[in-house]
C-alpha cells in the first residue's frame, strides 16, 4: 500500500505517516459497501486472486470484498492497524469529531475494541467483540460526529460547540481537533477561534474535485503556526468553480 510505504520513507527522516479510521473503512468491514463503486469490487476480486471470467462475475467481486474486509479478513486486519483517534504533540485528529464522553470513555480503550473488532479475535469471555458504540455507533460516535463541521452556524450554534470543543480539547490536554467527514464547499477552514480545523475538502472526482489541501502546523519561536497549503492541479481536469487557493 502506498501509505504504508511512505511511512517507512518517512520514519528514516525522522517523521511518520498515520491514517485514521473513519466510517468508510467501518462500514466495508462491516459487510455495508454501499458506498463502494465498481471499480473497488474489482480491485477486491484482483486481490483476491480472481482472473478471467471469475473477474467478470458481479457476484464473485462481491463475495471477494466480503472476504477481504469481514473481521479477520487481509484489508480488515490492515485497517485494525489504524488508530481511531490519534494526539500528536498538542494536536487531536480524528475522522468525525471527539466530544467529551468519548474522552471519559477513554480514546485508547476505543481504539483498542476497534482494533479487536476488525482482526476478528475475541474477547476474554469467548464471544466475538462488535463495533464499539462510542467509535461508530450513532450520528454523536467519533467516525460519524459532524457537530464540528456544520458550515453556517448560528451564534447559538457556535456558542454550544465551541463550548463542547473547549470541555474536549482540556480533557485531553490537546491545543487543536483536526476533523475530516464533511466536506466543506469553501474548502479547509477553522472554527473556534482556529481550534477546530475542518478538512474535508471534497478533493474527490466522486464529491468536489475541490484542490487538494493540506494543514501545516509549525512552532516559530516556541508560537505554533497554522497554514492551508493548496495544491495547483485538481485531482481531476475539471476543478469545481468557485474553489478557493488561499485561507
Known amino acids: 500500500?502506498?501509505?504504508?510505504?511512505?511511512?517507512?520513507?518517512?520514519?528514516?527522516?525522522?517523521?511518520?505517516?498515520?491514517?485514521?479510521?473513519?466510517?468508510?473503512?467501518?462500514?466495508?468491514?462491516?459487510?455495508?459497501?454501499?458506498?463502494?463503486?465498481?471499480?473497488?469490487?474489482?480491485?477486491?476480486?484482483?486481490?483476491?486472486?480472481?482472473?478471467?471470467e471469475d473477474l467478470q462475475n458481479i457476484e464473485k467481486q462481491k463475495q471477494a470484498r466480503q472476504r477481504?474486509?469481514?473481521?479477520?479478513?487481509?484489508?480488515?486486519?490492515?485497517?485494525?492497524?489504524?488508530?481511531?483517534?490519534?494526539?500528536?504533540?498538542?494536536?487531536?485528529?480524528?475522522?468525525?469529531?471527539?466530544l467529551k464522553r468519548h474522552v471519559q470513555y477513554g480514546l485508547e480503550k476505543m481504539n483498542?475494541?476497534?482494533?479487536?473488532?476488525?482482526?476478528?479475535?475475541?474477547?476474554?469471555d469467548g464471544s466475538r467483540p462488535t463495533p464499539p458504540f462510542f467509535a461508530t455507533g450513532d450520528a454523536s460516535s467519533v467516525m460519524w460526529n459532524r457537530m464540528y463541521s456544520k458550515e453556517a452556524?448560528?451564534?447559538?450554534?457556535?456558542?454550544?460547540?465551541?463550548?463542547?470543543?473547549?470541555?474536549?480539547?482540556?480533557?485531553?490536554?490537546a491545543r487543536h481537533m483536526i476533523i475530516g467527514h464533511t466536506p466543506q464547499t469553501t474548502g479547509a477552514n477553522c472554527e473556534c477561534n482556529g481550534h477546530v480545523w475542518r478538512m474535508d475538502v471534497g478533493m474527490s472526482g466522486g464529491v468536489l474535485n475541490a484542490l487538494p489541501q493540506v494543514l501545516e502546523i509549525y512552532e516559530v519561536h516556541g508560537e505554533t503556526t497554522v497554514r492551508v497549503v493548496t495544491a495547483t492541479i485538481p485531482c481531476l481536469p475539471?476543478?469545481?468553480?468557485?474553489?478557493?487557493?488561499?485561507?
Not at 517507512?8 to 466510517?23: C, H, I
Not at 473481521?71 to 469529531?97: Q, S, Y
Not at 475539471?238 to 485561507?247: C, E, I, T, W, Y
Request: aromatic share 8%; hydrophobic share 40%.
Open 238 to 247: 475539471q476543478r469545481r468553480q468557485g474553489a478557493r487557493n488561499v485561507f
Open 1 to 52: 500500500m502506498l501509505l504504508r510505504e511512505l511511512h517507512k520513507q518517512a520514519q528514516l527522516e525522522g517523521g511518520a505517516v498515520y491514517m485514521l479510521n473513519g466510517n468508510h473503512e467501518s462500514l466495508n468491514v462491516s459487510g455495508n459497501f454501499r458506498y463502494a463503486t465498481p471499480g473497488g469490487f474489482r480491485e477486491s476480486a484482483l486481490a483476491a486472486g480472481l482472473r478471467g
Open 112 to 124: 483498542q475494541e476497534v482494533s479487536l473488532w476488525m482482526r476478528g479475535l475475541h474477547n476474554a
Open 68 to 98: 477481504m474486509y469481514t473481521p479477520g479478513g487481509p484489508m480488515a486486519r490492515e485497517l485494525a492497524k489504524n488508530p481511531t483517534v490519534l494526539i500528536v504533540n498538542d494536536t487531536l485528529f480524528a475522522h468525525g469529531g471527539v
Open 153 to 173: 452556524f448560528t451564534p447559538y450554534d457556535r456558542f454550544c460547540v465551541c463550548r463542547q470543543l473547549k470541555a474536549t480539547l482540556e480533557a485531553t490536554g
